[in-house]
Protein backbone atom coordinates (compact mmCIF):
# COMPACT_ATOMS: atom_id res chain seq x y z
CA UNK A 1 0.00 0.00 0.00
CA UNK A 2 1.56 3.04 -1.00
CA UNK A 3 1.01 6.32 1.30
CA UNK A 4 1.17 10.09 -0.16
CA UNK A 5 1.44 12.76 1.98
CA UNK A 6 1.20 16.25 0.85
CA UNK A 7 2.70 19.28 2.75
CA UNK A 8 3.53 23.09 1.74
CA UNK A 9 0.47 24.66 1.60
CA UNK A 10 -0.73 27.86 3.61
CA UNK A 11 -1.82 31.21 2.91
CA UNK A 12 -0.42 33.61 0.70
CA UNK A 13 -1.00 36.78 -0.45
CA UNK A 14 -1.84 37.56 -4.57
CA UNK A 15 1.60 37.38 -6.80
CA UNK A 16 2.86 34.64 -4.01
CA UNK A 17 4.70 31.90 -4.42
CA UNK A 18 4.69 28.40 -2.52
CA UNK A 19 6.16 25.07 -3.28
CA UNK A 20 3.84 21.59 -2.58
CA UNK A 21 5.66 18.35 -1.55
CA UNK A 22 4.57 15.23 -2.33
CA UNK A 23 6.00 12.68 -0.32
CA UNK A 24 5.52 8.64 -1.01
CA UNK A 25 5.95 5.82 1.06
CA UNK A 26 7.63 3.95 -1.99
CA UNK A 27 9.44 4.33 -4.99
CA UNK A 28 7.76 6.99 -7.60
CA UNK A 29 9.27 5.59 -10.26
CA UNK A 30 6.94 2.42 -10.84
CA UNK A 31 4.47 4.80 -10.92
CA UNK A 32 3.38 5.85 -14.77
CA UNK A 33 2.39 9.36 -13.81
CA UNK A 34 2.15 11.44 -10.80
CA UNK A 35 0.44 14.53 -11.06
CA UNK A 36 -0.96 17.51 -9.00
CA UNK A 37 -5.05 17.89 -8.91
CA UNK A 38 -7.20 20.74 -6.77
CA UNK A 39 -10.91 21.29 -5.68
CA UNK A 40 -12.19 24.32 -4.71
CA UNK A 41 -15.44 24.51 -2.87
CA UNK A 42 -18.49 23.52 -4.74
CA UNK A 43 -16.43 22.75 -7.76
CA UNK A 44 -14.67 19.37 -9.22
CA UNK A 45 -11.33 18.01 -8.50
CA UNK A 46 -9.23 19.11 -11.56
CA UNK A 47 -5.57 18.39 -12.98
CA UNK A 48 -3.44 20.64 -12.30
CA UNK A 49 0.10 19.34 -13.43
CA UNK A 50 1.29 15.67 -14.29
CA UNK A 51 4.58 14.24 -15.05
CA UNK A 52 5.20 10.77 -16.48
CA UNK A 53 8.01 8.35 -15.55
CA UNK A 54 9.79 9.66 -18.46
CA UNK A 55 9.73 13.44 -17.28
CA UNK A 56 7.01 14.55 -19.92
CA UNK A 57 4.81 17.36 -18.13
CA UNK A 58 1.56 18.54 -18.70
CA UNK A 59 -0.40 21.28 -17.46
CA UNK A 60 -3.94 22.97 -17.20
CA UNK A 61 -4.11 26.05 -19.19
CA UNK A 62 -5.12 27.95 -16.26
CA UNK A 63 -1.90 27.30 -14.57
CA UNK A 64 0.46 27.33 -17.83
CA UNK A 65 3.47 29.58 -16.69
CA UNK A 66 2.78 30.28 -13.41
CA UNK A 67 3.08 26.53 -12.11
CA UNK A 68 6.05 23.69 -12.49
CA UNK A 69 5.88 20.11 -11.29
CA UNK A 70 8.78 18.29 -10.79
CA UNK A 71 10.20 14.59 -9.58
CA UNK A 72 12.82 13.38 -7.77
CA UNK A 73 12.95 9.88 -7.76
CA UNK A 74 15.61 9.28 -5.22
CA UNK A 75 13.63 11.04 -2.63
CA UNK A 76 10.31 9.46 -4.06
CA UNK A 77 9.04 13.04 -3.87
CA UNK A 78 7.30 15.10 -6.43
CA UNK A 79 6.82 19.11 -6.39
CA UNK A 80 4.73 21.52 -7.64
CA UNK A 81 6.25 24.89 -7.55
CA UNK A 82 3.59 27.93 -7.64
CA UNK A 83 4.39 31.26 -8.61
CA UNK A 84 2.51 34.96 -9.41
CA UNK A 85 -0.76 32.99 -7.25
CA UNK A 86 -4.10 34.20 -7.77
CA UNK A 87 -6.72 34.62 -5.96
CA UNK A 88 -8.45 31.78 -8.51
CA UNK A 89 -5.88 28.97 -7.08
CA UNK A 90 -7.08 28.55 -4.19
CA UNK A 91 -8.66 24.99 -3.47
CA UNK A 92 -7.13 21.83 -1.60
CA UNK A 93 -4.41 20.64 -3.56
CA UNK A 94 -4.10 16.07 -3.90
CA UNK A 95 -1.13 14.41 -5.18
CA UNK A 96 -1.84 11.15 -7.57
CA UNK A 97 0.29 8.26 -8.30
CA UNK A 98 -1.14 6.61 -11.18
CA UNK A 99 -0.47 2.76 -11.41
CA UNK A 100 -1.00 -0.03 -13.85
CA UNK A 101 -3.89 -1.22 -11.68
CA UNK A 102 -4.96 1.73 -9.33
CA UNK A 103 -4.48 5.26 -8.51
CA UNK A 104 -3.72 6.41 -4.92
CA UNK A 105 -4.50 9.97 -3.33
CA UNK A 106 -2.82 11.96 -0.59
CA UNK A 107 -5.03 13.63 1.76
CA UNK A 108 -5.07 17.15 0.35
CA UNK A 109 -3.24 20.41 1.26
CA UNK A 110 -4.99 23.78 1.34
CA UNK A 111 -3.05 26.56 -0.44
CA UNK A 112 -5.15 29.64 0.40
CA UNK A 113 -4.34 33.09 -1.87
CA UNK A 114 -5.81 36.24 -0.81
CA UNK A 115 -5.87 39.71 -2.69
Known amino acids: QVQLVESGGGLVQAGGSLRLSCAAS????????MAWYRQAPGKQRRLVAGITSGGSTDYADSVKGRFTISRDNAKNTVYLQMNSLKTEDTAVYYC?????????WGQGTQVTVSS
Open 96 to 104: KAAGSLMNY
Open 26 to 33: GSIFSFNA
